[in-house]
T-cell receptor
Framework: GAVVSQHPSWVICKSGTSVKIECRSL??????MFWYRQFPKQSLMLMAT?????????EQGVEKDKFLINHASLTLSTLTVTSAHPEDSSFYIC????????????FGPGTRLLVL | QKEVEQDPGPLSVPEGAIVSLNCTYS??????FMWYRQYSRKGPELLMY????GNKEDGRFTAQVDKSSKYISLFIRDSQPSDSATYLC???????????FGKGTTLSVSS
């Protein structure tokens, strides 16, 4: 299957700092990528949908100025958590759609963020 | 009513058992159906993909979609302890849109 990577896999930062998470499709081009966050023992919550070269579409209740998403190429999307606070601590996962006609989505391994 | 309903379990079975996991949905526009397996602290792993109605088999896994009943299933034959994970059903209506997930069913297979 298609491979999606995320970096870093985990990060600890101080409150008030910004953190950037990268999502890469390694062996395919992804016109559409998605960002989710997941709290313990809960399902994935969609944060935003990003298409290469255009602004991301954010879900209701997700602050676009706090969670900056950039999808500059067909293989890379980034999520920047600006001025992070402890309540932003979570598991962030990206996924990429292959667009091969099967419309399957492959997920990255996730990034665990802890804000102190 | 939520768009996708999935019993969270937990579901505990002995090794070798046949496992049946199910989801129901309300949106008749859904036509792409997927099952993911997620281990603790890992990203979801795609197990099965089905377009529209029908059955699909891959090794010990069989996925079924019944659009008339708005019901999808995942069967796991000869379950193994390594199958212990959370299983998420997911679906969407068209390309480029986000998946709608069920809450996930936690499965435990004991040896």
């Amino acid at each position: 299957g298609a491979v999606v990577s995320q970096h870093p896999s985990w990060v600890i930062c101080k409150s008030g700092t910004s953190v950037k998470i990268e999502c890469r499709s390694l062996d395919f081009q992804a016109t559409t990528m998605f960002w989710y966050r997941q709290f313990p023992k809960q399902s994935l919550m969609l944060m935003a949908t990003s298409n290469e070269g255009s602004k991301a579409t954010y879900e209701q209740g997700v602050e676009k100025d706090k969670f900056l998403i950039n999808h500059a190429s067909l293989t890379l999307s980034t999520l920047t958590v600006t001025s992070a606070h402890p309540e932003d601590s979570s598991f962030y996962i990206c996924s990429a759609e292959t667009g091969t006609g099967q419309e399957t989505q492959y997920f990255g391994p996730g990034t665990r963020l802890l804000v102190l | 009513q939520k768009e996708v309903e999935q019993d969270p379990g937990p579901l505990s079975v002995p090794e070798g058992a046949i496992v049946s996991l199910n989801c129901t949905y309300s949106n008749s526009a859904f036509q792409y159906f997927m099952w993911y397996r997620q281990y603790s602290r890992k990203g979801p792993e795609l197990l099965m993909y089905t377009y529209s109605s029908g059955n699909k088999e891959d090794g010990r896994f069989t996925a079924q979609v019944d659009k008339s009943s708005k019901y999808i299933s995942l069967f796991i034959r000869d379950s193994q302890p390594s199958d212990s994970a959370t299983y998420l059903c997911a679906m969407k209506s068209q390309a480029g849109t986000a998946l709608i997930f069920g809450k996930g069913t936690t499965l435990s297979v004991s040896s």
